[in-house]
């Protein structure tokens, strides 16, 4: 069965700004998936109206096999949604906040407090049960719209940048948790800034940008599709500049190398070159993240007119 | 994802019935509501009880002896019932209108929009918090009323009934109120500029018997005359319109009411792009 199948999707907002036109994009349940997109590309749109937060102006979509316009309630209870701003009540306490949850949901007191004790645990939230949202760190924030969105145990979550601000410790054990409730069963579609966070953790990937779906593949397929990538090498300084025939090259500083290397080619070459010039390679690494590559590569692929 | 994995998984919407898992929505809604309101009770509760221990010592007790009686009856019995229903018009109305404009205002109304629940559980559940506030600051108002005059009730039932009807009316309108705000400034102009002439014009001072009789049949287009005076049958037995009359438009303003809130929330004006 599909989380989410949505077909046709468009909206026009007041003022005739067309955030989507058009967007077709499906989620098998149980997959891992990211939507990608530059600002203003319509993620935030699809999800709104996804999630009820947005009318649509034409389209359909499909929650779990229910339709979205009639069969609202039932497609609403299989949402969980992790927004991408703060939208608690700030005066109300972490445990009041999820079982407020859990109650528009229709889960019974003594089940919400058992989810509570539980995803608040999991979160490391439950230390501040009984701390106001605003006392908060934004990290706890974050973790605490997570376990609000996961109080009615949904079978699809919908995350729009969750680890938007959070540092580097706490993004990975957050990742660590997706990760665990995915293979627990539930679909996860996510939206990030941080494309080493959607190569990790995603299947599959859809791209939207200027409101349609430019890119909608596994993250494996779309990856092989990256054939150049750039290397980043910290050399010893030898007092000659090194020569890399058959590769575009440059030198960022004295002992840096920038190389772009075809897939098919590998890294061999350009290590024996270097090694028979006497130069030693003390380090590497991408350049960029090869997802962040192939996600400008599209978006730049779909805006000649800016280009030009 | 293993069948045993997806087994495993809970929805809740599929194991509840619709009466249960709405019952326990609008009972999380009301909850939520009487908890906000209970939390700032000097805020809530409190300024209202002084307020009219204040109207009582110097309309009733001070003012009042020289005024006389009105109606038949001390004027500070007279107004009792209407000072009553002051603060419950006022209370219902504004607890509503901040609460829920505080929410639209904080974004945490995306949580119900977000949600299941169905407009009219929304509506009941704002509404209800409301109402159980101005009941309170009623109760609370009667009791200190019972310190300056013995508190005689005719009718109890109609004081029951008309004093629900009415918080409904306000707190419904307070809810519509909020919706169409954008700043809390909005939410502060109508009562002041609407709601306060209304009740104040609207016989809780005076009978309408002693305005001349054009300005007496002006006051019957204002709604507040029809519960103020209902109110005030209930206590007194005693009104300047038919109970019969004030009842109907008391259930006719309440459906105008919700139609419009009803209409409002499940189109998504003003919280919904």
Partial sequence: MKALDISGLTKTYKGGVQALKGVDLSVEEGDFFALLGPNGAGKSTTIGIVSSLVNQTAGSVTVCGYDLKNQKEKAKACIGLVPQEFNFNQFETVMQIVLNQAGYYGVPRHVAKQRAEKYLAQLDLWGKRHARARELSGGMKRRLMIARALMHEPRLLILDEPTAGVDIEIRRSMWKFLKEINEQGITIILTTHYLEEAEMLCRNIAIINKGIIVENTSMKSLLTKLSIETFILDINETGTAPVLKGFEYRMADSHTLEVDVEKKEGLNPVFTQLSEQGIQVMSMRNKSNRLEELFVRLVEEDSPAEEA | ?273
């Fill in chain 2, 1 to 273: 994802m293993s069948q045993e994995k997806t087994a495993d998984m809970t929805h809740d919407s599929e194991q509840q019935s619709w009466f249960k898992q709405n019952y326990i929505a609008l009972q999380t809604i009301w909850i939520k509501e009487c908890t906000r309101f209970l939390r700032i009770w000097v805020q809530t509760l409190v300024p209202p009880a002084i307020t009219m221990s204040l109207y009582f010592i110097i309309f009733g007790n001070l003012i009042g002896e020289r005024i006389g009686p009105m109606d038949g009856v001390s004027y500070m019995e007279f107004i009792v019932p209407g000072l009553i229903m002051m603060s419950v018009i006022t209370n219902a109305y504004s607890n509503v209108s901040s609460s829920f404009f505080s929410a639209k205002f904080q974004r945490n109304i995306e949580e119900l929009l977000i949600s299941p629940v169905p407009t009219s559980v929304i509506i009941l559940g704002y509404v209800g918090g409301g109402v159980a506030r101005s009941l309170i600051i009623g109760v609370l108002v009667t009791l200190v009323s019972m310190f300056f005059v013995d508190v005689n009730i005719q009718h109890p039932v109609v004081v029951i009934v008309t004093l629900i009807l009415t918080a409904t009316l306000f707190a419904t309108a307070g809810l519509i109120n909020a919706v169409f705000a954008k700043t809390f400034d909005d939410i502060s102009v109508v009562p002041t500029f609407v709601l306060t002439p209304l009740t104040y014009l609207g016989g809780v001072f005076y009978s309408l018997k002693l305005l001349p009789d054009i300005w007496q049949v002006v006051s019957q287009a204002n709604p507040v005359v029809y519960m103020v005076n209902g109110f005030r049958f209930g206590f007194l037995g005693k009104s300047d319109v038919g109970i019969d009359i004030s009842m109907i438009l008391l259930v006719a303003f309440n459906a105008l009411m919700y139609g419009i809130a009803y209409y409002l929330l499940k189109t998504g004006k003003g919280i919904r792009s």
